[in-house]
């Protein structure tokens, strides 16, 4: 199984391809998108959009997991990461991929075994689990492993029709 793993935002978005085989995890590529604050708004999410585009199409992964949106007291920060994760639905969508969303604290307990763990420790595991030889080039890369690893270890729930 391949995962594509998505930390949103518009000023930096984490991306990360995850391969699964017989429980093995290893890391095909990370890295993260930057985008100019003073850039239009259409054109960073442009960015994103045609950068989940690529990797779909070089790596044709089985699935898409992003990391939901923490809702905290910036209203203005909630509705960009919003939107980047409008653009990376839509490029899966168009894409034909199936898209996942987990919570911070559901990463970070699959992937630390505590879903309060710091962003360090994340960074930790994420490269014992992939077994980097460095860690993660930035944050947002990390939690985009961090996400991805999350899937490949422990897909969504289904939930039953009722």
């Keep these: 199984m391949r995962v594509l793993g998505i930390d949103p935002g518009t000023a930096a978005c984490g991306y990360a391809i995850v391969h699964e085989s017989d429980g093995r995890l290893r890391a095909l590529v990370h890295g993260w998108w930057r985008t100019p604050s003073r850039e239009r708004p259409e054109l960073r999410l442009k960015t994103i959009f045609e950068g989940v585009q690529e990797l779909v199409g ?4 089985d ?9 905290g007291v910036d209203a203005r920060t ?28 559901r990463v970070k307990q699959v992937v630390c075994g505590y879903g309060r763990a710091e962003k360090a420790q994340v960074s930790r595991m994420v490269q014992t689990i992939l077994s980097l030889t460095t860690p993660p080039s930035s944050t947002h890369a990390s939690d985009a492993l961090a996400v991805a690893i999350c899937h490949a270890l422990a897909p969504p729930l289904l939930k039953a029709a009722g």
């Design 78 to 105: 909630a509705l960009s990461v919003g939107q980047a994760r409008g653009a990376v639905l839509v490029a899966s969508a168009l894409a034909g991929v199936e898209c996942a969303e987990y919570a911070p604290a």
């Design 58 to 61: 070089q790596y044709v992964p």
């Design 63 to 71: 699935a898409v997991a992003l990391e939901e949106s923490f809702v």
